[in-house]
């Protein structure tokens, strides 16, 4: 008994050290999930939305700065939008809207432990393409064009922040974000104005 517990103590004090090195070196790794979005409006415009499921994955980069900080940049394809429902003279309509970035956060790590990093910081997005669902709608073909031709803004920046739970080379990855501009370019847009909010969950692969 006392043997087992002698070599079960060594063995967390071996695994304790491997993992405090770890700390101080560079990774390369790889993630996948989901974001859950929605969009918001600081100037209060009468539009309301729902949350919508959509992927997110990528690859990111951990830089360390010490055992307590490091700089983790990361590339990702990512997708948000919202889903929006209503009624119009009697008629019901639903709108799934998706749009696909790629995102390039650059997050602060602070790293309090071995197990849990603290990320933060700006986010810059390019709008890939962007794709609405019509369903049950009483918007004619001509509506629905113009909704798809808007005017949207290409270039957006963000704030992200989160926690990622390190279990050896497995990072569980949390976030949540938020853009800090207009989705409507030079504000010609007709579709409404937005800003995208998102929770995202990854599971993700470090070498």
């Not at 810059?124 to 609405?132: A, I, R």
Request: glycine share 10%; hydrophobic share 40%.
């Amino acid at each position: 008994m006392k043997k087992t517990i002698l070599i079960a103590a060594i063995f967390s004090i071996f695994t304790f050290c491997v993992n405090a090195q770890d700390r101080d070196q560079p990774h390369f790794g790889i993630k996948g999930g989901v974001n859950y979005s929605n969009v918001y409006d600081i100037k209060g415009q009468d539009f309301s939305a729902d949350f919508k499921l959509g992927f997110a994955g990528g690859l990111f980069v951990a830089i360390p700065l010490g055992e307590l900080f490091g700089i983790q940049p990361e590339i990702l394809y990512s997708q948000k939008g919202y889903i929006s429902k209503g009624s119009i003279l009697g008629s019901s309509y639903k709108i799934t809207h998706t749009s696909d970035y790629i995102d390039i956060p650059i997050l602060l790590q602070i790293k309090p432990s071995d197990y849990i990093t603290i990320v933060a910081g700006p986010q810059y997005s390019y709008l890939v393409s962007t794709k609405n669902k019509f369903e049950n709608s009483i918007l004619n073909i001509q509506d629905q064009k113009d909704f798809d031709n808007t005017n949207i803004r290409k270039n957006i920046l963000a704030v992200v922040g989160g926690l990622d739970f390190n279990i050896e080379h497995v990072v569980i990855g949390t976030r949540v974000g938020y853009d800090i501009m207009n989705n409507n370019g030079d504000g010609t847009s007709t579709s409404p104005r937005y800003r995208n909010l998102w929770i995202q969950a990854t599971l993700g692969f470090k070498f």
